[in-house]
């Protein structure tokens, strides 16, 4: 195929055009967790500074709200945390000690995920003898890919009202990461059918928009309370559980203790797996995607198992 | 009746707050912190005059700061708390208002301020509450020094610096009418500077430096010994073995402390759920210049009296405290803590005042704690009290973020 003069001619200005297009504001923003650096990865570009305020071997409830963090914050132009008073133990301190004007409200740089979508188990009633409740409901909300996709959206808006200039290029960042998305949730739809009606233990309500996704059910929690750490006397009521309803499977996330789960294990003929829960919780887990197939791979690998 | 109204007040504002709640961020807590003591009574600290709030728990049951504290943004510049605490002195309860002030979220170029009465941000334990301590009581430096811990009517200024460190600087100023404090409180009776840094060393440690001044400018005429009735108990001091003993209001003249702290915390990975330390230490150099007041007896033929002297004192005093504590499991947490003042003469002529101190806590929950706490106190010379105390310190309602 030749290229003709008109097409060179497009082709030259198209490049121009995209030189041309105000350079990316070097964005400084600070994620919470590893999911929320990640999802900001895709949609505020390369050149945005992201920083990541926990790991994935951290539990997001106990961090500490470290001199570093305060320093990391001052700088912030963007906040992006799960919300859902994930982050109350360090979230308002830092916020506080940062004496930073622009990520002190939702209205300016704080954008907070519970905040822009539905959340499961939000308690009807809630008391402390109930354990630490989140009130505004499960803050684990990354691990549903239809709600990923909405909070692309949402936050691509939140850019866009921060850095209104580069509009453009957060629209076609959130274009491009959509139709990535979109296409990669049909497939693991596809792929994680057999997942559909399995039951599950877990560890905390970690993974509970993971298994509403593939229509996992969990009928048991290792802890008797959200926040309490495993007893022995609730892991045997755990253990009735698991004989009764025939589970096959249990899960903890890479920042949780094994021991509760590998006791599982031991007593009965089920499959104690840590998932990623989020990037960086295991190798393979680099972004986003690769979290997804690794939660849905590993869960398959696990039917094999037994 | 003074407690009923307030009770009655605290209520209905709880109850006011509750119903903003779900619209507003009004966060409203509160700590009970209730426990048993066996000790001696309190003998003072060498001879330092001390006040009340210095002795640390009392002897037997005990409500000890039980606090209610209520906090929220109140538009998009400031952020308001008030924080009331109900402690016990003598069989009556005391209301303290510990903390009434408004701080900018706002301001520009990374600076805030603050004003009203609250906990002045020198050393590393004065800004906290006592109830995120890992000890039931304050170090005997703190004890001394501080009262406990100093708070005051005032305003701060602070700034972060634009580093990749932490690096804060700060200063305050106070009325100077509450203990350590005794100024007419009539202008400014009290100004601070500090600069706190930190950072990480990597993911699993961090660590935290200060360095802060405090001076007062006190005056005998005008001490109130904290905020209650001076009038109902006896500033502490002993007599110690040289005959000299000073009472908490006795000295006129310049205090400035200059004080340095340090603190490093490890977790794995730097998950603080399992397992965790912290090791933290604050050195005190304390200044006094000026006149120390005393009464001498005197024996004249058949006639005993007291003779008033104010003696020009020129004196430096240093104190210690060091603490290790080590949670080993989401439930449990043991720590270590040792704490010695090196009086200057004339409070004191060699003898230091230490107290070694041991803890274990079981935590159920975030918000409840139970502390059996060891103490070999040997506040005063020739004597070694072994006080033991059980505690049970709770948090109802909001939880409040910690400062690391």
Redesign the interface.
């Known amino acids: 195929m030749r290229i003709n003069f008109k097409q060179k001619f497009a082709l030259v200005c198209t490049a121009l055009l995209v030189t041309m297009l105000p350079a990316q504001a070097q964005l400084n923003i600070f994620a919470c967790e590893p999911e929320y650096a990640a999802l900001a990865k895709e949609l505020a570009g390369d050149d945005a500074n992201i920083f990541s305020a ?2 994935a ?3 997001p ?8 963090l ?2 990391k914050m ?2 912030a132009d963007v906040v992006i945390c799960a919300g859902a008073d994930l982050e ?14 622009d990520v ?2 939702t ?1 300016k740089g704080l954008f907070l995920a519970s905040d822009h979508v539905e959340n499961l188990d939000i308690p009807v009633k809630v008391d ?1 003898s109930m ?2 409740v989140h009130v505004l409901g499960n803050p684990h909300v990354h691990l549903d890919p239809f709600r990923v996709a909405s909070l692309a959206k949402s936050f691509t808006e939140k850019l866009v009202q921060l850095d209104g200039p580069n509009a453009a290029v957060y629209q076609k960042n959130l274009a491009d990461f959509s139709q990535r998305w979109k296409t990669a949730t049909a497939k693991w739809q596809k792929k994680a059918e057999p997942l559909q009606g399995m039951k599950v233990v877990a560890y905390h309500s970690s993974f509970k928009y993971l298994f509403e996704f593939l229509g996992m059910q969990q009928v048991g929690d290792l802890e008797p ?1 959200p ?3 495993p007893t022995s006397s609730h892991l045997l009521s755990v253990l009735d559980i698991v004989n009764q309803q025939q589970v096959k499977l249990v899960v903890y996330t890479s ?1 949780q ?1 094994a021991k509760a789960a590998d006791w599982l294990q031991d007593k009965t003929d089920i499959v104690s797996l840590q998932l990623p829960y989020t990037v960086g919780g295991n190798k393979q887990s680099v972004d986003l995607f690769t979290m997804m197939e690794q939660h849905i791979s590993m869960l398959l690998l696990s039917l094999e198992q037994k | 009746m003074k407690l009923s109204k307030l009770t009655t007040a605290v209520v209905l504002g709880v109850a006011a707050a509750q119903t903003h709640a779900a619209t507003d961020d009004i966060n409203v807590s509160a700590i009970i912190n209730v426990g048993y003591t066996e000790r001696e009574d309190f003998q003072g600290i060498a001879g330092y005059g001390v006040d009340d709030h210095a002795a640390g728990l009392k002897n037997g049951f005990w409500t000890d700061h039980t606090e209610i504290a209520i906090s929220a943004p109140i538009d998009d510049m400031f952020f308001g708390k008030v924080t009331m605490v109900l402690d016990e002195h003598d069989g009556e309860t005391e209301v303290e208002l510990e903390e009434a002030f408004i701080q900018t979220t706002a301001m520009p170029y990374d600076l805030s301020f603050r004003a009203g009465r609250f906990l002045s941000n020198v050393g590393y334990l004065n800004g906290k509450h006592a109830h995120t301590d890992s000890f039931a009581d304050r170090p005997l430096v703190y004890r001394a020094f501080m009262n406990g811990h100093y708070y005051d009517d005032g305003a701060r200024l602070s700034w972060l610096a634009p580093t990749e460190t932490y690096i804060e600087l700060g200063t305050e100023v106070f009325k100077g009418a509450t203990m350590p404090a005794y100024s007419d409180g009539e202008g400014v009776g009290a100004h601070s500077l500090f600069v706190k840094t930190g950072g990480d060393f990597n993911e699993s440690h961090s660590w935290q430096l200060g360095a802060s001044y405090i001076g007062f400018k006190n005056d005998e005429e005008y001490c109130s010994s904290h905020d209650h009735g001076e009038e109902d108990h006896e500033p502490h001091a002993l007599e110690d073995e040289h005959g000299e003993a000073f009472g908490a209001c006795d000295f006129s003249g310049d205090k400035d402390y200059y004080i340095v702290d340090a603190t490093w915390k490890w977790a794995p990975n730097g998950n603080y759920k399992y397992q965790n330390f912290a090791l933290s230490a604050e050195y005190f150099i304390v200044e006094e210049k000026g006149e120390l007041h005393h009464e001498e007896e005197h024996e004249e033929h058949i006639n005993v009296f007291d003779e008033e002297h104010h003696d020009e004192i020129d004196v430096e005093h240093t104190g210690f405290y060091v603490s290790g504590v080590y949670q080993f499991s989401p439930n449990w947490a043991a720590g270590l803590r040792y704490s010695e003042i090196d009086f200057d003469e004339p409070y004191s002529d060699g003898f230091k005042p230490k107290v070694s101190t041991a803890m274990m806590e079981y935590r159920h929950s975030h918000f409840s704690t139970i502390r059996l706490q060891y103490s070999q106190d040997k506040s005063v010379e020739h004597f070694t009290d072994d006080q033991v105390t059980l505690q049970f310190n709770m948090a109802l309602g909001a939880h409040g973020a910690h400062q690391f």
């Open positions: 926990t790991t071997k951290q539990d409830h106990f961090v500490q709200a470290r001199p570093s305060i320093s001052r700088r109350i133990g360090w979230l308002p301190m830092l916020q506080m000690k940062s004496n930073n004007r002190q409200s209205e402390r354990g630490d309370k926040g309490l750490p920042y203790d």
